[in-house]
């Protein structure tokens, strides 16, 4: 940039001096001649004879139409390098934003979920207008993939939809939206979800192995290893965010009471579940089967609740699973 400007100002000085140089020189001896060729007098001479006026100028002094057209050519190339300057000045003004981009197309690619996608609530609207016109068409699994988003992330906008959309009809008038407006509008101000496909956080080391005989060579890629590990943990925090969530909302509707001191005995006694051992005398997915004893003594199957508790008492042994 510093090499163009200095190239432009030597170019200005260059084209000044030569309009300096070409200026009319006058003098005032041989300006104007008023004598005829034999001596004599302006008076004396003859009409006929060749005129001798001469400005005293020679081809040397001055060549208007070499120097006009050399003049025309440099301030051609003046236009051309302004014009290249302004370009070169919009070209690295525009470095940092595409920088920016840069970095966010490599995290993409080096992490499929980093994608961030923030939603207005006009989208959150849609989506749940969708899913409840055509619910078996507009699965959760279908609304995810669209608006690119994890599942849970569904799950949580079409419950909040819901409970906004009885909240309304219970008021007999609309919420006010002023904090979603304000969020649609300045979007830039809030930082929103940044890791939409879950990434599994694995410590990489040598894994060694002793292959058979007439083995061939061929493993699997790191990255489609990396992935696969990724959408089981996937899977395993979206079945167990769908079965809090679902508590949850049992919780809110009053179905499921879990504070201590508002449990009280019931008239006719307490109901059990009871678990029958297996054959070889262990419990859970080795042993029996469970039921509900009820008071009198009398057995029934346990309903829909009842399962619930014993899915979220059930232990599952696994490794920790970073978000």
Known sequence: MQAINRLI?????LATELRHENRLYF???STFSTTTPGGGSLDDANWETPSTWSTGLTKDHFNGQATLSDLQEMEDKLQELEEENRKSKSYVDSWKKRMADTCVLLKQVREPGARGSYLKDSEKAEMYRLHKKDPEVYTVEKLAKDYRIM???????????QLEEEEEKKLGHRLDDSV??????FPE???????EFHVASLPYKPDFKVMPEGWDGITKDLDEVHYEISKKEDDMLYRDFV??????KKKMAGEVKCHKYSRRRPENGWTFTVEKM???GKRGGGGGWKFASLPDGSTRPLNEIEKMYVKR???RPRRRILP
């Open 313 to 315: 008492e059930t232990p």
């Open 189 to 195: 101000f809030f930082i929103s979800h940044d890791r």
């Open 27 to 29: 003098t005032t001896s």
């Open 151 to 161: 599942r849970q992330r569904v799950h949580a906008i079409l419950w909040l939809k």
């Open 9 to 13: 100002s030597v170019t200005r000085r």
């Open 180 to 185: 979603e407006l304000l969020l649609d509008t």
């Open 243 to 248: 079965e809090k969530m679902n508590f949850n």
């Open 278 to 280: 297996g054959a070889q």
